[in-house]
Structure formats: structure tokens, C-alpha cells
């Protein structure tokens, strides 16, 4: 069992009892795992729980950057679960491709397509993912797919907030508990804005550009071939001080884009659903 590092306050203590004590009880699990902070603490509660009853399954395609998918290996072989990686195909896919509003909806019923299938191949019982209670009150088609492809959402379940997790992480020892959120690099689209793959690798490179100067969270929205950097607000100071723009806008115009800009709203999750 992993130890408890730091005090948690009564509601947070009861929360990880309930779900440790109903994970338990699973008596065997697959886990939709892309490695954020959320579906890494189901992971490592149910190989905790589970041992190699638990198994963790990451989608890889062109919309996890590949630092993401390095992350989630390296927090899986620290936790000690069994953690296996499948080509996803949403892409090929029009309801994914053309970027329609519930793109989401088309992404998780590939994944599960995959996980359910492996759950079963492997007798595993049932598949979990990390959806928590403030997911539910965004915009998110794709917890209705997983829905019908019966996945369990024990976080919602148990009504974990997105700060439970990251209290709850800390306090069991989990360096990555303030980890940022990285949606898929998807989500740099406006609907109806077409995805492919080339598309994709020109927002990963731009970010991964960016991150390397020190920024500790970054989207670069994609309009065609306009690129907009968005970053917290706390940072601009940083990027005003520490990035040359004649490098930063060669760098981008190289990648394929014709025009940067920067948001001056700063970073906001999910910015794009308004």
C-alpha cells in the first residue's frame, strides 16, 4: 500500500478509503490510462489494490505528444503497473478528422473499442478511467461514449474534485501531483477546422519550442495556418523577458505557420468550447 505522506482532511481521508475499498472489490481491472494526474491515481490505486490484476492501457496516436507518452511510461514503471500501449486509429476516422463538436465522442468509442476488447481478451472484469466530478460539469461528449462502452468512472463515482486528486497524489508520495492538464493535442482546433497528422506534429514541435524556454504550461491554438500562444498569465512576465521573437516566429513559420500571436487572456482550459 502506498504510504500517507501528508494529513488530508476528513472528506479527502474518507474519499480514498471508499474508493481503495470498492477498487478492491473489482477483483480485477483495466485501466484507460493517458498518464494525467487523474487516470494516474486510479492506476496506481488499483495495482495497489489489484497487484497484477490491474493493467494500465494508453491510445497512442498523433494526438498524444510524444513527451506525454514518455511520462505516462516512466509513472507506470514507478508505480509498478503492468502498462501496454495501442495504436488508436481515430484519424482515419471522419467523425474524428473533420473536428465536429462532439469529436471527443468518436476518439473514446475508438479507445474503448480497444480496451473492452483487451479486458476481455485477458479476463479482465471491468475497465476504469479517470473521469472526476468537475469533468462532468464541462463539456465533454466523450464521457457518454465510454458510458455506453460500459466504463466505470470511479473518481466521478466517489465525487473526487480535480484538487482531491491533486491533494490525495501529494499526500500518497506521487512526484507528478501537480502535474498541468494536457488535453490531446486535438484540442488546439476549432471545430470544423480539419485534423490530420501533419497538423498535429506542427502544434507538438511549436510547443515542445516553447516548453523549452522554461514555460511550464503552453497551447498553441492552430486557425488554419495561424498559430496563437496561449500561457498562464503569471508567465508573461517570463516570456516577455526570455524569448527572442525573431527566433520564436522563424521557429513557428518553419513548422508551416504564417502568422504568431500571442493571447493575451492567457492560457484557459478549454478555451475553444466557447
Same mark, same amino acid.
Given at each position: 500500500?502506498?504510504?500517507?505522506?501528508?494529513?488530508?482532511s476528513d472528506e479527502q481521508s474518507e474519499k480514498l478509503y471508499t474508493i481503495r475499498s470498492y477498487i478492491k472489490n473489482l477483483?480485477?481491472? *483495466?485501466? &484507460? !490510462?493517458s498518464g494525467g494526474v487523474d487516470s494516474t491515481l486510479v492506476a496506481s490505486l488499483a495495482f495497489e489494490q489489484l497487484g497484477?490484476? $490491474?493493467i494500465a492501457i494508453t491510445g497512442i496516436s498523433p494526438a498524444l505528444a510524444d513527451t506525454l507518452r514518455? /511520462? &505516462?511510461? +516512466?509513472? $507506470?514503471?514507478?508505480?509498478?503497473?503492468?502498462h501496454l500501449e495501442i495504436k488508436t486509429s481515430e484519424l482515419d476516422q471522419s467523425s474524428y +478528422?473533420?473536428?465536429?463538436?462532439d469529436r471527443c465522442f468518436a *476518439?473514446?468509442?475508438?479507445?474503448?473499442k480497444h480496451t473492452t476488447y483487451l479486458s476481455k481478451k485477458f479476463n479482465y472484469n471491468i475497465v476504469l478511467d479517470g473521469v472526476n466530478l468537475d469533468d462532468l460539469k464541462d463539456y465533454r461528449p466523450g464521457i457518454q461514449a465510454s458510458k455506453q462502452a460500459g466504463v466505470i468512472s470511479p473518481l466521478a463515482k466517489f465525487k473526487f474534485s480535480k484538487q482531491d486528486i491533486r491533494d490525495i497524489s501529494k499526500a500518497l508520495g506521487f512526484p507528478w501531483w501537480d502535474k498541468p492538464a494536457q488535453p490531446c493535442l486535438s484540442s488546439r482546433?476549432? !471545430?470544423?477546422? /480539419?485534423i490530420t497528422s501533419e497538423r498535429l506534429k506542427m502544434v507538438e514541435k511549436a510547443e515542445e519550442f516553447l516548453k523549452e524556454g522554461g514555460l511550464s504550461e503552453v497551447r498553441v491554438r492552430c486557425q488554419g495556418s495561424t498559430a496563437r500562444i496561449e500561457i498562464p498569465q503569471n508567465e508573461l512576465k517570463h516570456f516577455f523577458e526570455n524569448y527572442n521573437f525573431s527566433e520564436l516566429v522563424k521557429h513557428f513559420s518553419d513548422l508551416g505557420f504564417n502568422c504568431t500571436s500571442l493571447d493575451l487572456e492567457g492560457l484557459i482550459s478549454g478555451k475553444l468550447n466557447r
Open positions: 500500500m502506498f504510504n500517507q505522506l501528508e494529513i488530508l477483483e480485477s481491472v *483495466c485501466i &484507460a !490510462y497484477n490484476k $490491474a514518455e /511520462e &505516462a511510461r +516512466s509513472q $507506470a514503471k514507478w508505480i509498478g503497473v503492468k +478528422s473533420k473536428n465536429p463538436k *476518439c473514446k468509442k475508438e479507445l474503448h482546433f476549432p !471545430y470544423g477546422h /480539419e
